[in-house]
């Protein structure tokens, strides 16, 4: 009954009782500070989501700026340590981050709340800094960040009032209560009705109050934001697509393409096994409807194209390998698919390309460049504007609704995703996104060979083990493949038949094993007769080298 306790004599605070309090507040502190920054970024969200700008969010514009700054080592260890989980690492990288940063606002604001409501803002202005200097920034790109920053103050200080009140109460409260009087009415203690005093506390359950409202604001802002960002959702668009018969069908696939070993790599990748690989923290929603492309700069006539335009070109459907520059020596950053495509060249020479042109700068919706040389697009290959993969329309990831594919070129100087515009320019004036950082400006894909199977560290019976690979060397082709075991000779595989140049190509080798631990090598050699070199070289500037091994345990 609390009507005993305040008759009793009043509490006295042991020393043990303090620190515990002490203890309590700061852990109060900190978690108010951590509520204060969730309710900043979900008001943020919401106005990010209002904007209908998904890379105006705080979180994804600083994280898109961080991509921006990191250097290639890193982005290749990234790419290698984590693959396509890469972007995820860095989302949970900065959230763990931001939620340390918030943990140290709340604990200084309970002697320098000044200090932490500054701290919100200098964060508020790191958003605003990143969305601005985003590729494809608006000027109302800053209001989430700005809106964040302030409803974070508004309820930092709230959170700040309402656990101090609390603590001028829990010192004065006791006595007061001891005397009869509430020292929670508003105006100063009064003596209160006696059947009002139950329950808990009105001081502690105001900062409890608080804390749920503003958790409140973090969630509504949070979910309400993401839900109107799925407004430019494109995939029902997508879905409703059907793409026109190729007007230039693909060569078939030779029956024995695929080379017969169990765990051999399909010759054919799926879609949704397709390597991925772009610097787009959140997906571009590209509304074909919308979308046009537009060739210019160095160019008689300058062409606008739009999808029903594309759809209306005579479409051809290719069988081309993509690589990556990232891809390490025996690495599998790298995709066969059909394409379907309007061809690159006539689209070019409709807009009449002048004297001194030697690149193509391609821009995608997301503010990536990418230089391409104009011979590789004009000599006669398979350069395409590509709008499906695999008998779909190209899926999101990988470009919808139309990503350049030249074959024989690494994808970052070739590949570009969500392309709106074609650039007709010279090296020597436009660098692209990636030369920037010190990767090379023309990047002809190199010739590679990799062992599939037996995988490293396997275990294998002794007696006859194939051993089987793949091997690419775009637009050259693959002349052969030869592989080792141990120091022996040098011998060659048999090559799979392949329906061109352009795809890469299996190769298969029968091994007579003896029980030990054994080193398999391989190499290949391109149509223009040179052999993939020993070397080893990092992916930067232009593409690794050396050749593949796997260690094995026969038995
Ligand atoms: N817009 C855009 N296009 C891009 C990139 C990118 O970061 N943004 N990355 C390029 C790189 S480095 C590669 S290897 C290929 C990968 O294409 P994929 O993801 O469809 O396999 O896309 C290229 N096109
Ligand atoms: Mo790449």
């Not at 391409?372 to 004009?378: F, G, N």
């Amino acid at each position: 009954m609390t009507g005993e306790r305040a008759t009793g004599p009043p509490r006295r605070d042991t020393p043990r009782r303090t620190a515990r309090a002490g203890a309590l507040r700061r852990v109060a502190a900190a978690a108010g500070g951590v509520l204060a920054a969730a309710a900043a970024l979900g008001a943020a969200e919401l106005a990010a989501g209002v904007l209908g700008r998904a890379t105006a969010s705080p979180l994804l514009a600083v994280g898109a700026g961080f991509i921006d700054l990191t250097p290639m080592w890193l982005k290749d260890l990234a790419i290698r340590r984590f693959g396509d989980d890469d972007k995820t690492v860095l989302l949970i990288g900065l959230a763990a981050g931001v939620t340390i940063a918030a943990l140290v606002l709340g604990l200084v604001s309970r002697r320098r709340p000044a200090w932490s409501l500054a701290g919100l803002a200098a964060f508020g202005a790191v958003g605003i800094a990143a969305a601005l200097t985003r590729p494809t920034a608006r000027l109302a790109d800053a209001v989430p960040s700005a809106v964040g920053a302030l409803v974070g103050m508004a309820a930092l200080t709230l959170l700040i009032r309402s656990a101090r009140s609390a603590e001028r109460k829990a010192v004065r409260g006791p006595q007061l209560e001891a005397e009869g009087l509430d020292p929670e009415l508003p105006g100063g203690p009064k003596r209160r009705p006696q059947d009002e005093r139950t329950g808990l506390p009105t001081a502690r359950r105001q900062v409890l109050l608080t804390g749920a409202g503003v958790a409140g604001v973090a969630a509504v802002g949070g979910v309400a934001g993401r839900l109107l960002l799925r407004r430019g959702d494109v995939s029902s668009v997508r879905a409703g697509l059907r793409l026109p018969r190729p007007a230039g069908p693909a060569r078939p696939v030779p029956a024995g393409a695929q080379v017969q070993a169990p765990g051999m790599t399909p010759f054919r990748t799926s879609s949704k096994d397709f390597y991925r690989v772009d610097t787009a923290l959140v997906l571009p929603r590209v509304d074909p409807r919308a979308w046009t492309l537009r060739i210019h700069g160095m160019v008689a006539r300058p062409v606008e194209l739009s999808f029903d335009d594309l759809l209306r070109q005579a479409l051809v459907e290719r069988d081309i390998t993509l690589a990556c520059v990232s891809n390490q020596v025996g690495g599998d950053l790298a995709g066969n698919a059909r394409w379907l495509g309007a061809p690159l060249a006539p689209l070019l020479r409709r807009a009449g390309i002048l004297g001194g042109a030697d690149q193509i700068l391609s821009r995608s919706s997301d503010g990536m460049t990418l230089s391409t040389p104009i011979e590789t697009i004009l000599d006669g290959r398979d350069a395409l504007l590509a709008l499906g993969m695999n008998g779909e329309p190209l899926p999101i990831a990988h470009g919808f609704p139309a990503r350049m594919v030249v074959p024989g070129l690494y994808g970052y100087v070739s590949a570009t995703k969500w392309v709106v515009d074609l650039k007709v320019t010279r090296f020597a004036t436009d660098q692209a996104y990636w030369t920037k950082r010190g990767y090379a400006p023309r990047a002809p894909i190199k010739t590679f060979s990799r062992i599939d199977v037996p995988k490293p560290l396997a275990t294998v019976k002794a007696g006859r083990v194939a051993v089987a690979g793949t091997a690419w060397a775009q637009h050259r082709g693959v002349d052969a493949v030869e592989w080792q075991a141990d120091d022996g000779p040098w011998r060659p595989a048999r090559l799979a038949p392949v329906p061109g140049l352009d795809t890469w190509r299996q190769w298969i080798a029968e091994w007579d094993a003896a029980p030990g631990s054994h080193t398999l090598r391989c190499r290949a050699t391109d149509g223009t007769g040179r052999t993939q070199l020993e070397h080893r070289a990092p992916p930067s500037p232009d593409g690794a080298t050396g050749w593949h091994s796997v260690v094995i345990t026969v038995t």
